[in-house]
């Protein structure tokens, strides 16, 4: 596919916006998503790749045309059947040499109008997607943006936040270029590099103003753990009970007030929607096993955290969303506390053939 001097230009300075927002503060593992479009054109984040490693090759080129195509056809009402009829759709879409999954969320990127659009999911801005008073908060302090209460996301969430963009667009002649997902993160759209970073300044400035005003500290402070031998002790233990112990990873860290149920999309896909909380014996963690359905990926044993999984980076993966739904929780508490997801939307991604594929990209 040939790329005119134009666009080389607009994956360029895409490119530099994925590695900027690819970092810690606004993305975990594979989370978080970019674009940019031309009338014809629009070159997403394949899924399952990270945005801190993106390059201009890395971007995945569709058909606007065929894109288009998605929002007029007749889906199944069963959820696994809608989606694959939606990855193959998108699948036909690809014109680029690169072949890689496009995001699922793709449609969604292409409902704005603006030539650039940067989803991520910080932390800092999760503080009140994930708060019970979010939607009334959002409505203050960002008056101008568009806030969706949570919606399972794929096909269903795209085709939501397409028919509101419209109703926004009717009513203030413009289009939003903030969008705040319940129990998500957000997206932040505009017609160029420079204006996507002053918006996102904002949000994160005005967010962190009102941290302070509630004496709540934007970082979470971990201590080094106090008995690195006992730690190895318990981590060597989880994975005998593990079952699969030359496949079981183990990382740790000293307590943090981890989350006791579902936040995100992403909080579910690497750390699981549950912990595991007491001494990691074989019946312990079995009982946990059968109850929940898969074996723990975040254990809190008394004064440590341990992240598990079948690869070392898995391992880390689990930890570090324990981590950061930790942060989340802590920064709800500025919003009248956390507001975990419900049981219909945590089973959704937690039998998602997407978030699966990408789990194993990364």
């Not at 569709?62 to 193959?88: H, M, N």
């Not at 074996?295 to 999984?309: L, M």
């Not at 049981?343 to 053939?353: C, G, L, V």
Request: charge should be negative.
């Amino acid at each position: 596919m040939d790329i005119s001097e134009d666009s080389h230009v607009l994956l360029e300075q895409i490119t530099i916006l994925s590695q900027e927002f690819g970092t810690s503060d606004f993305v975990r593992g594979g989370g978080g998503n970019t674009s940019v479009k031309n009338e014809t054109i629009a070159w997403v984040k394949p899924s399952g790749t990270t945005l801190s490693d993106m390059t201009t090759d890395t971007f995945v080129a569709l058909d606007r045309q065929k894109i288009s195509g998605l929002y007029q056809i007749d889906t199944p009402a069963e959820p696994s059947q809608r989606e694959a009829l939606v990855k193959d759709v998108m699948a036909e879409a690809v014109i680029s040499e690169n072949k890689a999954r496009p995001s699922v969320e793709a449609p969604l990127h292409d409902s704005f109008d603006f030539r650039f659009v940067v989803h991520t999911h910080p932390a800092i801005v999760n503080g009140m997607t994930c708060a019970k008073n979010g939607r009334k908060i959002c409505a203050d302090l960002f008056p101008d943006s568009l806030w969706i209460d949570y919606i399972d996301p794929g096909y269903t969430l795209c085709m939501v936040v397409r028919e509101k963009i419209k109703d926004y667009q009717k009513q203030y002649s413009k289009q939003p270029d903030m969008v705040f997902l319940e129990n998500h993160g957000v997206f932040v759209a505009a017609d160029s590099a420079e204006k996507i970073r002053k918006l996102y300044s904002n949000i994160m400035s005005t967010l962190k103003e009102q941290y302070a005003k509630a004496g709540i500290n934007t970082s979470l402070k971990i201590p080094p753990v106090g008995d690195p031998e006992k730690a190895e002790k318990i981590a060597d233990q989880i994975k005998r009970v593990s079952g699969n112990d030359k496949k079981c990873f183990v990382d740790y860290c000293s307590q943090i007030n981890i989350s006791q149920g579902p936040l995100s999309p992403d909080h579910v896909v690497y750390s699981k929607s549950y912990p595991f909380i007491g001494q990691p014996t074989e019946q312990a963690t079995k009982a946990f096993e059968k109850e929940k359905g898969y074996f723990p990926a975040v254990i809190k044993c008394d004064d440590i955290v341990f992240g598990t999984g079948t690869s070392e980076k898995a391992a880390f993966l689990a930890l570090e969303l324990a981590k950061d739904g930790a942060l989340v929780e802590q920064l709800a508490e500025a919003f009248g506390g956390v507001q975990y997801m419900t049981d219909q939307a945590r089973e959704f991604i937690e039998n998602w053939e997407v978030e699966s594929y990408r789990k194993t990209q990364i």
